[in-house]
Nanobody, 123 residues
Framework: QVQLVESGGGLVQAGGSLRLSCAVSGRTSSLYSMAWFRQAPGKVRDFVAAISWNGGSSYYADSVKGRFTISRENAKNTVYLQMSSLKAEDTAVYYC????????????????WGQGTQVTVSS
C-alpha cells in the first residue's frame, strides 16, 4: 500500500511561483512512476506532469510545458511540482498520483492518489 500527502498549495498572484510537494510513504516509493493531475471547479481532472521512477524522464501537458517542472527525491520519498509564471487558469486542486511501472497520462493509469491541495492564482 502507498500513501500520498500533498502540501504547498495556497494563494498566489498571477506571474508568481509555487512549489507543491508530495510525500510518499508505504511500499518502496522509488518503484513508482509519479504524476500530478489537477481539477478546476466544474471540470474533469486533467493530467499535468509525470516522472519516471528514477527521474530520468518527465512529461508535461501542453498547457504547462515550459512553466512547470516535476522532480523527485527518492531518498526523501518526495515528488515536487515547481510552478512558475502562474496564470488564473492554473487555479485548481492539484493531486499527486502514483503507479508501479511506466509513466501514465490518464486517471485510470494510476492506483494511488493523494487528497489534493488547493492552488488559487489571482489575476
Amino acid at each position: 500500500q502507498v500513501q500520498l500527502v500533498e502540501s504547498g498549495g495556497g494563494l498566489v498572484q498571477a506571474g508568481g511561483s509555487l512549489r507543491l510537494s508530495c510525500a510518499v510513504s508505504g511500499r518502496t516509493s522509488s518503484l513508482y512512476s509519479m504524476a500530478w493531475f489537477r481539477q478546476a471547479p466544474g471540470k474533469v481532472r486533467d493530467f499535468v506532469a509525470a516522472i519516471s521512477w528514477n527521474g530520468g524522464s518527465s512529461y508535461y501537458a501542453d498547457s504547462v510545458k515550459g512553466r512547470f517542472t516535476i522532480s523527485r527525491e527518492n531518498a526523501k520519498n518526495t515528488v515536487y511540482l515547481q510552478m512558475s509564471s502562474l496564470k488564473a487558469e492554473d487555479t485548481a486542486v492539484y493531486y499527486c498520483a502514483g503507479r508501479r511501472g511506466g509513466n501514465g497520462y490518464t486517471l485510470s493509469d494510476y492506483n494511488y492518489w493523494g487528497q489534493g491541495t488547493q492552488v488559487t492564482v489571482s489575476s
